[in-house]
């Protein structure tokens, strides 16, 4: 008897597990973004995996990143079990985890099923395109060979380095830029890399730019949570964005910290830029009569980009809430100036992500040339 329940034990850790594994398949979740919760077997072919948020409450967007290892072609389903949420991830496919194609699923309520012929070798599946550490660092040594200077604001909870680039300017002007506060947002990311491709390119426009603003990069604010695959928050368990007024989080604090050394030094931060992702491209701005300085900057770039990439449109909404915590709140009641969430939908052409970031800072380095 007692056998026979250890027997049962052991045979229902193994249907459930934290990875599935068999002669001809292996799923797996060891690597920088990996994430699914359990695995199981649930018919010949057939594997169940569940996907749950690091803690809650928690705003849903059910992450997921699996890399397939298979001895031979074969066909599988996968079903992605999502607990506390419905599914947000259009599921695509990569040999290399660097280009990716979509794949076909079906939505059932909480489930997605993923029909997938397998090659043999290595697949990876994920939610987006994914973006992790070692592809901020190879991004991170391009702008490095262009002049920018690295540096650490902080560390993680877990003790990573919150890096900054910095593009430094024979001025006291500064703008900011930080990203990835939210760790699936992909497309938020990519819109981020062009944006700060175009600010560093050797147009005139950029040029001169350059020279007359110091520039602050913050691409990674949630190093931890982007190596984990989490839906949202950082390690602390913590929505970083709405941690700007209370600052509990180390990874706000050193931007924080930063930015308050800025002005120790006679600097001015003059505008701000926070890369995310969400169901459409959208700017959430601050209003043109908040009292910021100057209270027409933002109203004037999204009409100069709206112009610039028409019939493509631009989508602004104007709003403030003050005990939310969010970074453009924070830059707006703490330096006096605009700052923009720059939203992009999750599923938005990626070259239009690039042709959108590319106009847009054109069109807002046309603008800022123009600040007494
Ligand atoms: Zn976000």
């Known amino acids: 008897m007692k056998y026979a329940l250890l027997l049962l034990a052991l045979v229902s850790n193994l249907a459930i597990a934290d990875q599935c594994q068999s002669d001809k398949l292996s799923i797996h979740k060891n690597f920088a973004m990996g994430r699914f919760n359990t695995c199981e077997v ?11 948020p690091e803690n809650l409450p928690i705003n849903p967007s059910p992450w997921y990143a699996l890399r397939l290892e ?15 949420g419905k599914p947000r991830y259009l599921p695509k496919v990569s040999v290399d985890k660097q280009h990716w194609q979509p794949v076909d699923y079906q ?7 993923i029909q997938l012929a397998l090659p043999k070798g290595t697949l990876w599946l994920a939610g987006q395109e994914i973006m992790d550490d070692e592809d901020y660092q190879q991004w991170q040594q391009q702008l490095e060979a262009k002049g920018l200077e690295s540096i650490v604001l902080g560390q993680s909870v877990q003790g990573k380095p919150i890096e900054g680039l910095i593009s430094r300017a024979d001025s006291q002007d500064w703008l900011i830029m930080i990203g990835r506060q939210h760790p699936p947002e992909i497309t ?8 700060v491709d175009e600010v560093m390119e050797e147009s005139a426009q950029a040029m001169a730019l350059r ?18 695959g989490n839906w949202r928050h950082n390690v602390g368990g913590v929505d970083l964005n709405r941690d700007w007024f209370s600052r509990a989080q180390p990874e ?39 009292g910021l300085t100057p209270p027409e900057l933002v109203d004037n770039w999204l009409a100069q980009l709206a112009e610039a990439i028409k019939p493509y449109p631009v989508n602004i909404k104007p709003g403030h809430n003050k005990d ?44 800022l040339k123009t600040l007494p």
């Open 211 to 228: 020279k007359r603003f110091n520039v602050l990069l913050v691409p990674n604010m949630n190093p931890d949570g982007v190596h984990a």
């Open 70 to 84: 298979s001895s031979q072609a074969q066909q599988i389903e996968l079903e992605l079990l999502v607990e506390h």
């Open 188 to 195: 938020g990311a990519m819109a981020m890399t062009h944006f």
């Open 107 to 113: 939505i059932d309520g909480s489930s997605m099923h």
């Open 42 to 52: 649930s018919a010949a072919g057939h594997y169940r995996l569940t996907l749950k």
């Open 324 to 367: 939310r915590g969010v970074f453009k709140q924070y830059i707006a009641d703490t330096y006096g100036v605009h700052a923009v969430t720059y939203e992009v939908g999750d599923n938005t052409d990626r070259q239009d992500i690039a042709n959108v970031a590319r106009a847009a800072a054109q069109q807002l380095m046309d603008v």
């Open 252 to 290: 706000t604090q050193a931007v924080h910290s930063y930015l308050q050394k800025i002005l120790a030094d006679g600097g001015k931060i003059r505008f701000a830029l926070d890369f995310h992702s969400t169901h459409r491209d959208v700017f959430y701005t601050m209003p043109t009569d908040y």
